[in-house]
């Protein structure tokens, strides 16, 4: 499973990354195709506060609480907050990668052996191993 962060699903319209067709071909380039994808409740809770606002930030989170519920699970966590969330879900055995752009976040998940993927070049998705 695929651990997705907000930021990562608000891509799309942040950085015009269409994030889950960069997803299918750098991961079916590591041999795991098919993988599916999940949001911790706390994310998807974060994106619903940033929809309810206005500007490019709440259509980017708009467009990402939509592509999460059409492509990612929900996953249950006991974390109060969603870089705590994606953390705690990222580190489960049933997890093979993190989706994220926050640097503080990925720094923690490749100290505890997560491989992140996250922003390389302009619009392109690169992993980086712990």
């Not at 799309?12 to 590591?30: A, I, M, S």
Request: charged content about 30%; proline content about 3%.
């Amino acid at each position: 499973m695929i651990c997705m962060d907000a930021n990562a699903l608000m891509m799309p319209v942040e950085c015009n990354v269409r994030v889950f067709e960069q997803l299918d071909r750098l991961l079916g380039e590591e041999g795991v195709e098919g993988d599916e994808f999940g949001v911790p409740r706390a994310v998807l809770a974060e994106l619903e506060r940033l929809a309810e606002g206005a500007g490019e930030a709440a259509t980017a989170a708009g467009v990402g609480l939509d592509l999460a519920r059409e492509r990612c699970r929900a996953l249950d966590h006991e974390a109060d907050s969603g870089d705590a969330a994606v953390f705690e879900c990222a580190t489960r055995e049933t997890v093979t990668h993190a989706v994220t752009n926050d640097r503080t976040l990925r720094e923690r998940l490749l100290d505890a052996g997560v491989p992140v993927i996250s922003l390389r070049a302009r619009n392109e998705l690169a992993v980086t191993q712990p």
